[in-house]
């Protein structure tokens, strides 16, 4: 997962979030359940109750690149995952049909 973490000049890093996925994947325990990740998507907002926060993703991260760094977390981890929350199961399932993989 290391490579997809450190991203090229000129490419998004990846959010705190994604980041710890990656983290929680590379220690390898029995059970993984991934919750809170809405990839900036919930009705509410970028950060629900704060009127003030711009929506979406700030320019240094983006979408994309987070959906890199957890599919390739996921990849190599042998464990039972749980993913808790809409946004995130839909976009890797869509990311596995696009590309004909399984997550």
């Known amino acids: 997962w ?13 959010t705190n979030g994604a980041l710890m996925v990656a983290v929680a994947a590379a220690l390898a325990p029995d059970r993984l359940t991934i919750a809170g990740i ?6 509410a907002g970028r ?3 704060d009127a003030e926060a711009a929506d979406g993703y700030g ?3 983006s979408l994309d690149s987070d959906l890199a760094v957890i599919r390739a977390a996921l990849a ?17 399932a ?9 997550a």
């Open 76 to 92: 190599g981890y042998r464990g039972e995952v749980t993913i808790l929350g809409e946004a995130l199961a839909a976009s890797l």
């Open 38 to 43: 809405d990839l900036y998507r919930h009705p």
């Open 59 to 61: 320019r240094q991260h």
């Open 47 to 49: 950060y629900p109750g």
């Open 2 to 14: 290391l490579p997809a973490a450190r991203p090229q000049p000129g490419t998004a890093y990846p």
């Open 94 to 102: 869509a990311a596995d049909d696009q590309s004909g993989c399984e």
